[in-house]
Structures are given as structure tokens and as C-alpha cells.
């Protein structure tokens, strides 16, 4: 039976130092060889991680959270946000003074020239300030936007905005995707396009965006660097990523 594995990308194929360990490279390349389908599930937006796909050989990824999934290089689901209710949301992020960056599957440009919380947060993912375009979500469909503000101010827009769903990555920075947006509900697209039955299909993650995709697929496993919320949804726990734990739990799956 033809079996496919996703996997995360921060915290799970890259270690904290946003590098590939080489375990893990040879593990995606034994698993490849086996005939397995390997696909990413992330956050990312797809521009951020062309390099890590050509390096893997990865052509198939669920993006944004589940709201751009890609199958062999062809796309297969989109789910953009809602642009009446994003205007709305960019209104009163104006007024608390929140900036906020949109992206498509192309680039991604703030509404802010600079601000310290856009820098702290971009930076963290190795990525500089994106481009100023304050209306460039009226022009492109946008599958992600990111909201910056700290836990303390999230609440106000949690509870007026029930259309979207917040996922928190940073201290300073939400993901702001479309409501019952997941990585699970991307790879149940794939999933569905393929005809895979969902105890062939396994998933790697380590952050709070992985929780629904761990619990929906067969076997869920969890980065040993997984946060303790994380760690008690999955069927399993491994290693961390900086300690081969992609080679570790594959080979506990006996999957390689």
C-alpha cells in the first residue's frame, strides 16, 4: 500500500538555526527511495521554502496552513480570505496601531514601513521587512495575513472576528487565515485528490498550528522539541529535530 508522510517545516525538518540536519535529508531520501510520498505541511507561504523543496525534491505541500495545497506541482485547492472582512479587520488594526503583512503564494507586503514587532518576527524566520504595499490585498488573493500584536491585545480580535482563525507563532505575531482554515483540512484535500486512505497517511510537527493535523491523520507524531500541548495529541513523540528526530521516529515506523 502506497503511504504518504508530511512533514513541518520550523521546528521539525528545520532545527532552530532554520537549517536541514543531514540526518534528516538522508532520511527524506530513503523514504523517497521506498517509494513513499513525502509532502510538507506549513505555515509558510510557498516563496519562503522553494529552496528546501528543490533540496528535498519535495514537489507536492499544503501552504498557509491548509489554504494553497499543491500536488505534484499543480495546485488543487485554494482558500483565499475574505477581503470585506479583512478591510474590516485592517481598520481596527489600524487604530490599535497592530501592522499587518499579507501574502499570496508569491510575495508577501506589509502595511508598515518598518515596525519593531514586523522585524522581531520576520527575523526569527531568517526573513528581512517585507515590501511597503499598503492596498496590495485588494489586488491578489491573499491566503494568509499576519497580525502583530502581543497575546495580551489578541483577544479583542478573537472575539469580534469569529470569520478567522488566529494561530499564534510568535510573541509578537497571528497567522490570520480563513475560519476552520487547517494544515488537517489541506491534506484532506490531497488526501482526497489522491485516494489515499487517511491510516496510510502519517504527519510530523512540533507547534499549536500541528495539533488538528496530528490528531487527523493515522499516526501523528510529535518532535521531542514539541511543546507539551502538542506532544499529548500525537500517537507518538520523537526525538528533537536537532537530534535526528525525523530519522529516529521514520526508523520507529519502520517506514525506513
Not at 513525502?38 to 501552504?63: D, K, N, Q
Not at 472575539?159 to 476552520?180: A, C, N, V
Not at 489522491?194 to 498550528?209: C, I, K, P, R, T
Amino acid at each position: 500500500m502506497k503511504k504518504i508522510v508530511f512533514f513541518d517545516i520550523d521546528g521539525t525538518l528545520l532545527d532552530h538555526d532554520k537549517k536541514l540536519p543531514d540526518a534528516t535529508k538522508e532520511a527524506i531520501k530513503m523514504l523517497q527511495a521506498n517509494g513513499t510520498y513525502v509532502a510538507i505541511a506549513t505555515g509558510r507561504a510557498p516563496f519562503m521554502y522553494e529552496g528546501l523543496r528543490e533540496e528535498l525534491g519535495v514537489e507536492s505541500f499544503v501552504s498557509f496552513n491548509g489554504q494553497y495545497v499543491v500536488f505534484e506541482n499543480q495546485v488543487i485547492y485554494t482558500n483565499p480570505l475574505n477581503e470585506e472582512k479583512l478591510e474590516e479587520l485592517l481598520a481596527d488594526s489600524s487604530r490599535h496601531e497592530h501592522p499587518v503583512v499579507h501574502l499570496n503564494h508569491e510575495t508577501m507586503k506589509a502595511n508598515h514601513k518598518h515596525h519593531d514587532y514586523i522585524e522581531a518576527s520576520m527575523g526569527s524566520l531568517k526573513f528581512p521587512h517585507p515590501g511597503y504595499s499598503p492596498d496590495f490585498y485588494k489586488d491578489h488573493e491573499i491566503y494568509q495575513s499576519l497580525l502583530f500584536c502581543t497575546a495580551d491585545e489578541e483577544d479583542f480580535y478573537r472575539e469580534k472576528y469569529k470569520e478567522f482563525t488566529f494561530i499564534r507563532w510568535h510573541q509578537y505575531s497571528m497567522d490570520i487565515l480563513p475560519g476552520g482554515g487547517s494544515k488537517a483540512e489541506g491534506i484532506k484535500k490531497m488526501i482526497d485528490r489522491l485516494g489515499f486512505s487517511m491510516e496510510d497517511v502519517y504527519a510530523f510537527g512540533d507547534g499549536l498550528n500541528d495539533i488538528e493535523m496530528l490528531q487527523s491523520v493515522g499516526t501523528g507524531v510529535a518532535m521531542g522539541n514539541a511543546v507539551g500541548e502538542v506532544q499529548k495529541h500525537a500517537d507518538m513523540i520523537t526525538k528533537p529535530v536537532d537530534e535526528d528526530g525525523i530519522y529516529y521516529g521514520l526508523k520507529e515506523l519502520q517506514l525506513i
